[in-house]
């Protein structure tokens, strides 16, 4: 009876001896995540992801004008613009279909040396033939004659303005900077109810892809649902930017811009983009039924995204524009020069 009671010890004690290295190996093979180290890649998305949060708690203003609602809006009686800017609007026009596009940018004299950088870009992309350049001051356009676009400059008329404007370099976040914006708007109205499809620059921008003309038009016909507005993105899929935008004359578009207008003439702190994404808040943006779509955040980077995190680029992708915007005073020329997108 004795070795039957030893090969059963010994049986037990190997297993034991087994089931006690199994456990210890398991343990190694599976640490607790609070003992896991963080990837880079973790460290990146991390990263991007607070970035991007920054960017979207300096656009969130309160702002308590509601836009007037769909049932109450009602369309301007404008028509045909006055013959002599009618003439400069119609020789730089393109024609795709049915859409008359113009590519258009807002400046003034305190910005001309952007502009003309802007003007360079477009030039290395073949783009330079036909654009408008609408000047807020007088200076603007003795600037653009001087150097050669006399024809591609017209000054603002007057009656357009809501409020008297600087002539001079206005910095991003200072007092005289919304006012700026605030006359964007009140172009790109004008141009609406003209028949035109605006396609819209900042001049802080840089166009860097001869294909983007071809890219957007195909961009804004490829969807199912009629797409009436490409805007540019500030955030991933959340806050757009009206730096950059294509947009058709159309009865939604209208209201938007009257809106986001209504809204600056009561709170002249909110500037253009954030009048513009409380707008867009109230409106359908299902990806496949909505009217409004979105460029690609990597083909159409901010700032921030290009120059600070270098994105697309570390992708080894090229973008179609750079957008020199989240820069204050000289650094905005000083960061384009050193990316090599100073051309003058």
């Known amino acids: 009876m004795e070795r039957p009671s030893r090969n059963k010890a010994l049986t037990m004690l190997l297993v034991s001896t087994f089931l006690i290295s199994?456990?210890?190996?398991?343990?190694?093979?599976?640490?607790?995540?609070?003992?896991?180290?963080?990837?880079s890649k973790e460290n990146n998305s991390n990263a991007v992801q607070d970035k991007s949060t920054e960017e979207e708690e300096e656009e969130q203003v309160e702002i308590s004008t509601k836009p007037v609602s769909d049932k109450e809006w009602k369309p301007k009686s404008w028509g045909h613009l006055d013959s002599e800017l009618e003439k400069m609007v119609n020789a730089n026009i393109r024609v795709s279909g049915k859409d008359r596009i113009l590519l258009t940018a807002v400046a003034n004299s305190g910005m001309a040396d952007y502009t003309l950088n802007w003007i360079a870009s477009l030039k290395k992309c073949g783009l330079d033939k036909k654009f408008l350049v609408f000047a807020i001051d007088q200076e603007m356009v003795d600037i653009?004659?001087?150097?050669?676009y006399g024809r591609r400059v017209a000054l603002i008329p007057s009656d357009w303005f809501h409020k008297e404007l600087s002539g001079g370099f206005e910095e991003w976040q200072s007092d005289g900077y919304t006012p700026i914006t605030h006359s964007k708007t009140l172009v790109v109205e004008r141009l609406l109810y003209a028949g035109i499809t605006v396609w819209f620059s900042d001049v802080d921008i840089v166009f860097t892809s001869?294909?983007?003309?071809?890219?957007?038009?195909?961009?804004?016909?490829?969807?199912?649902?009629?797409?009436?507005?490409?805007?540019?993105?500030e955030t991933e899929q959340n806050l757009i930017n009206s730096g950059f935008y294509l947009m058709r004359p159309t009865l939604l578009n209208k209201r938007i811009l009257d809106s986001s207008i209504y809204i600056q003439d009561r709170e002249p702190k909110v500037t253009q983009q954030q009048a513009m994404n409380r707008v867009l808040n109230d409106l359908n943006l299902n990806y496949r039924t909505s009217q409004i779509a979105l460029l690609d955040l990597i083909l159409f980077p901010q700032g921030r995204l290009y120059f600070d995190r270098q994105i697309p680029t570390k992708y080894n992708m090229t973008p179609m524009i750079v957008h020199a915007n989240y820069r204050k005073g000289d650094n905005k020329k000083k960061d384009l020069q050193k990316f090599g997108l100073w051309y003058i």
């Open 210 to 233: 001869s294909s983007i003309y071809d890219y957007l038009v195909m961009k804004l016909n490829s969807r199912k649902a009629r797409t009436e507005v490409l805007f540019s993105q």
């Open 22 to 39: 199994l456990l210890v190996l398991l343990s190694k093979l599976t640490p607790t995540q609070s003992l896991l180290p963080v990837s």
């Open 144 to 148: 653009m004659t001087k150097t050669g």
